[in-house]
Each structure stands twice: as structure tokens, then as C-alpha cells.
């Protein structure tokens, strides 16, 4: 069963994972930040989202943004130690291990987001398609989220709505426009190898088609 979903804001990062230290966004949002904005409204481990296609409702537009960042992460070998020594410090120092980064971001984006979902093997019996519908088209109706869905970046809060008819692709996206290798997801069927998958994006007239996830299209 299709869900069509419109969201917008300000800002949005969707990080390209070959950037290294700056952090610099696709053109377009990622499937698997699509996916994590549907989840932030609805989730439930009887349901496993798919993304079918992302439409893009607005001019793709850059902006440069400055940040202050934590450098430093709290290790599990850290905290080992500091619990078998009885001393030591578990928690970071902002003012010590603050940095400044600059970001490349999109500015004001509106998508429309395409998808559906498959039952998994977790659902109770109870549990059927048409319930999760109902459930999911009424908290998209009603403004309910589990947490503040968001663009890549929890800094950077999605509004949404429910889309019954996508808003017409601006004149600067029509035609062909290939947007390279793009992340799709991440691969957690192995918990001990996590790995990320990858498929070849291209934009037609405002349309990322997104392919399925058992799709020779997507490697990794």
C-alpha cells in the first residue's frame, strides 16, 4: 500500500560518506534518510519500509554553514578503564575538544516521498496491512511523531503533511540529471558486518527512482 508523504524545511544534510572532515550534502535526499524520516513518524517491528521513488519539489540550492563540533568520542576501551581503576573521567570537555567545521548544505527543500511497507516475520497476529495504514495515514494527518523527524541531521527538523497530490517539478529540474553514486542504505543483516549499499541516482524531471532493495542496481 503506497505512502505519499510532503516535507520541507530550511536545511537539510544528507552527508556524503566519502567527505571525510567537511561534511558536504548530496543534491538530493538519500533513500535511507527517507526512511528514517518515516520511522521518526511511525515504527513498529512488525513493518519494514521500502522507499519506491523521491520527488523534488524544490530548487536544489547550496549554502555554506560554519559549526562548532565535538572532535572527540567517549570509547568503550576508555570507559573499561576508568570502571576497572575506580577513577578517571567519563565524560567529555566541550571547551577542550570543541572544533570548527564547515558544512555544505541544501536550503529550503521540499520532497515528496514515495513508499510502502512489507510485514516482517516480527507481527503479531493481529497485525495486517490494512491496520498499519490506518495507523500510519492518521499520525501523518494528525502531526504525531515518535521524535522530531528530521534532514540528515537532528539540527535541521522536517515538517511534514500527508501529499495527495505532489506539488509540479520547477522548471530548473526538468530533463535528465545524474547524480552519481548515492548511499541507499545500510546493510545490518549481519550485526558483526555492517556495511553500507550504493546505487546510481538519476534525477528525471524532479524524480530520484529508487530501485528495490534486491535489485541488481544496488551494490554493496
Keep these: 500500500m503506497p505512502i505519499q508523504l510532503e516535507a520541507w524545511g530550511d536545511y537539510a544534510l544528507f552527508t556524503r560518506p566519502e567527505m571525510k572532515v567537511e561534511r558536504v550534502s548530496y543534491d538530493v535526499m538519500t533513500p535511507s534518510a527517507a526512511r528514517g524520516l518515516l520511522e521518526a513518524i511511525y515504527w513498529h517491528p512488525g513493518l519494514q519500509w521500502v522507499i519506491d521513488r523521491i520527488r523534488v519539489c524544490a530548487p536544489i540550492r547550496f549554502t555554506n554553514l560554519r559549526r562548532n563540533e565535538v572532535k572527540s568520542t567517549v570509547s568503550a576501551r576508555a570507559a573499561r578503564t576508568v570502571m576497572e581503576r575506580g577513577k578517571g573521567a567519563l565524560y567529555l570537555c566541550t571547551s577542550d575538544d570543541i572544533q570548527q567545521r ?8 521540499r520532497y515528496v516521498i514515495e513508499a510502502h511497507f512489507n510485514m516482517t516475520d516480527k507481527a503479531s497476529p493481529g497485525d495486517n496491512p490494512g491496520k498499519f495504514q490506518d495507523i500510519v495515514r492518521r499520525r ?10 528530521y534532514f540528515g541531521c ?17 522548471n530548473e529540474l526538468q530533463g535528465t540529471r545524474d547524480l552519481g553514486w548515492m548511499l541507499y542504505d545500510m546493510d545490518y543483516s549481519n550485526p558483526e558486518d555492517i556495511r553500507p549499499r550504493f546505487f546510481r541516482g538519476t534525477l528525471e524531471d524532479g524524480v530520484l527512482e529508487v530501485p528495490s532493495p534486491d535489485s541488481k542496481e544496488v551494490r554493496g
Design 102 to 109: 564547515a558544512s555544505l548544505l541544501l536550503r529550503d527543500v
Design 140 to 149: 501523518i494527518q494528525r502531526g504525531q511523531f515518535y521524535h522530531q523527524p
Design 154 to 170: 537532528r539540527e535541521f527538523p522536517a515538517q511534514f503533511q500527508w501529499c495527495e497530490t505532489p506539488p509540479p517539478c520547477p
